[in-house]
Nanobody, 116 residues
Framework: QVQLVESGGGLVQPGGSLRLSCAASGDIFNIYFMGWYRQAPGKEREEVASITQNGRTNYADFVKGRFTISRSRDNAKITQYLQMNSLKPDDTAVYFC????????WGQGTQVTVSS
């Protein structure tokens, strides 16, 4: 089992920045994929960015050049980050981290609101 704890959401003005974190603990040695998804009201959940075990990253077109996914690791946990710059009102959503090991795991979600 993998346990996930998300943090870092909030309210920001258009053009501002936020950094989301997701700390994975437990069965971290089987993790091969980490990613961020988001879901806005009335819309389906969509992938935002991902990073694989060998460090390959992938971004949705609507965040390329603005968001950066990264990760760090110590003996007990792996933490993935999503640095979000040049935020737009359309980026408003609940953001979920997703980790794949022997099965998929989802974080609890964190609200990001971009508004003036």
């Amino acid at each position: 089992q993998v346990q996930l704890v998300e943090s870092g959401g909030g309210l920001v003005q258009p053009g501002g920045s936020l950094r989301l974190s997701c700390a994975a603990s437990g069965d971290i040695f089987n993790i091969y994929f980490m990613g961020w998804y988001r879901q806005a009201p009335g819309k389906e959940r969509e992938e935002v960015a991902s990073i694989t075990q060998n460090g390959r990253t992938n971004y949705a077109d609507f965040v390329k050049g603005r968001f950066t996914i990264s990760r760090s690791r110590d003996n007990a946990k792996i933490t993935q980050y999503l640095q979000m710059n040049s935020l737009k009102p359309d980026d408003t959503a609940v953001y979920f981290c997703n980790v794949r090991a022997t099965r998929k795991h989802w974080g609890q979600g964190t609200q990001v609101t971009v508004s003036s």
